[in-house]
């Protein structure tokens, strides 16, 4: 069978060859050029090592402890690994140490599943010695030779398992299903940093509740993240026989398909991390259905899971926050100076991302119209107040710290923070007075003098 690779792969094929080594696309790559998809990138294996791949690719960039050379080849990088079998996992975690081999069968059989441990070569054309192909048909994953093995030396493997199949689509074969279900406890042992990498992609697919099911049903996710699993008992109050989960679940399908167009993929991320995490501070709330300040709760329990899982600060705070601020009561009585200090403690930049994910959680807990057309009514008028308004933080005022220091002739302190606190405020009621002269006029009937001497 033809595969149609691209010419900068098929002359890194062709260059190791014509130096009398072996030379394969391998792995992930020949799984989604099989199904006709574009792969996001190119392996090539070889029984060529390290140097000896080096020196048939002067451009090569660098090596790491695993024998991996990136080759740039045109406008690609590809990565060329020498054919190696794992020597020992003492920990379920990560190879200790690679041992190189001179069999691509060796090297095929150490892959994860037999849907990404396939070869390719112009001349043997597809390699496939544990049934990938089948399996990709059939829309399987299937490890690769004993389950229970497999997951015993690297854990990541599970997470894997259910990423592919909440990916692609697919169904895990039952008995690898059944080895995660006796192994998940080893996912204990795995970095953050690699727990990451396979939520992030379970939670960026298609519709997304389908990993996020599976992890719980295959016991993954009391092991990674108990706080969430913890939902599945706790009785969501709006519609009957729904539980916290899997109001968390429908919140974030809904957040996923209703991502406005245009939106960032990292914008996009936060959305879906904060709708999947938005009620996870109900469990230790649960008090006759009310879940009192579940969101204060929700905000540092999402917190301490982000941060076990290395996501960096600043995408920590934005969901944190979103979670914190998700609860807001519109009355249609709010006046405009209401809507403005809600614009201002949410944040202006946080105000589409809190709209989606309400509007989330309201499909996701089956909300009637009227609910939806407060939020619409609160986000109409969100969007007239920020087109009117002029000032939601200090830093939009017209005077700044120096403006009020020279016209008061007062020195650097508190009272001029103080002053334009005050500024501020009074902007808020009355977005007209934002301009220099009027708060520079203001500035003066606000300040208080220190004290002078004690008369007495
Ligand atoms: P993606 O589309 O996400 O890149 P991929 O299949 O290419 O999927 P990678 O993580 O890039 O996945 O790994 C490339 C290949 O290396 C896999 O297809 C698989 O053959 C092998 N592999 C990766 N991680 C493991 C692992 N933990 N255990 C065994 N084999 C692995
Ligand atoms: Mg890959």
């Known amino acids: 069978m033809e595969l149609h690779i691209p010419s900068d792969v098929a002359t890194v094929v062709e260059r190791l060859r014509h130096a009398e080594h072996e030379a394969y696309v391998v792995g992930g790559c020949v799984r989604d050029a099989l199904r006709g998809i574009e792969p996001a990138d190119w392996d090539v294996a070889t029984d060529a090592r390290p140097e000896e791949i080096q020196k048939v690719f002067r451009r090569s960039l660098y090596t790491n402890r695993f024998g991996t050379v990136v080759v740039r080849m045109g406008e690609r990088e590809i990565e060329v690994t020498t054919y190696r079998i794992e020597a020992e996992y003492s920990d379920h975690r990560r ?132 706080e969430l699993e913890r939902c599945r008992e706790t009785p969501q109050e709006k519609v009957a026989a729904q539980d916290v989960f899997e109001h968390s679940l429908a919140t974030l399908d809904a957040a996923a398909a209703e991502m406005p167009p245009g939106t960032s993929a990292e914008d996009d991320l936060v959305l879906r991390l904060a709708a999947l995490f938005h009620d996870v501070g109900k469990p230790d709330t649960f008090d006759d259905g009310h879940f009192h300040q579940h969101e204060f709760v929700g905000e540092a329990k999402v917190r301490q899971i982000l941060r076990r899982w290395r996501f960096d600060k600043a995408m920590v705070d934005e969901i944190a926050r979103l979670v914190r601020d998700h609860m807001f009561w519109y009355q249609p009585d709010w006046t405009s100076s209401a809507v403005r200090r809600f614009i201002r403690k949410v944040g202006l930049e946080q105000i589409p991302t809190l709209f989606a994910l309400r509007k989330a959680d309201n499909v996701g807990s089956g909300a009637r119209a009227p609910r939806m057309y407060a939020l619409n009514e609160l986000w109409l008028r969100v969007q007239e107040e920020i087109q009117r308004a002029n000032a939601f933080s200090k830093r939009d005022l017209a005077v700044d710290g120096n403006d009020v220091m020279t016209a008061l002739g007062i020195a650097a302190g508190p009272e001029v923070g103080r002053i334009l606190d005050e500024l501020f405020e009074r902007v808020l009621d009355d977005p007209d007075l934002n301009t220099r002269e009027r708060l520079l006029e203001l500035a003066r009937d606000v300040h208080r003098p220190p004290a002078g001497p004690d008369p007495g």
Do not use: C, H, Y
Request: aromatic fraction near 6%.
């Open 95 to 226: 190879p200790d140490a690679v041992a190189f081999t001179r069999s691509l069968e060796e090297d095929l059989a150490r892959r994860d599943f037999t849907i990404n441990a396939m070869a390719w070569s112009p001349e043997r054309g597809v390699v496939d010695p544990f049934g990938g192909r089948r399996d990709l048909e059939e829309r399987v994953v299937r490890a690769v030779g004993d389950a229970d093995e497999r997951f015993r030396e690297d854990a990541l493997r599970m997470l894997r398992a259910v990423r592919f199949a909440a990916v692609l689509g697919f169904t895990i074969e039952p008995a690898t299903a059944e080895a995660i279900r006796r192994n998940a406890e080893l996912a204990r042992s795995l970095s953050g940093e690699r727990i990451q990498q396979e939520m992030v992609k379970i939670v960026r697919g298609p519709v997304p509740s389908v990993g996020l099911r599976m992890l719980s049903n295959l016991g993954l996710l009391a092991v990674i993240a108990p």
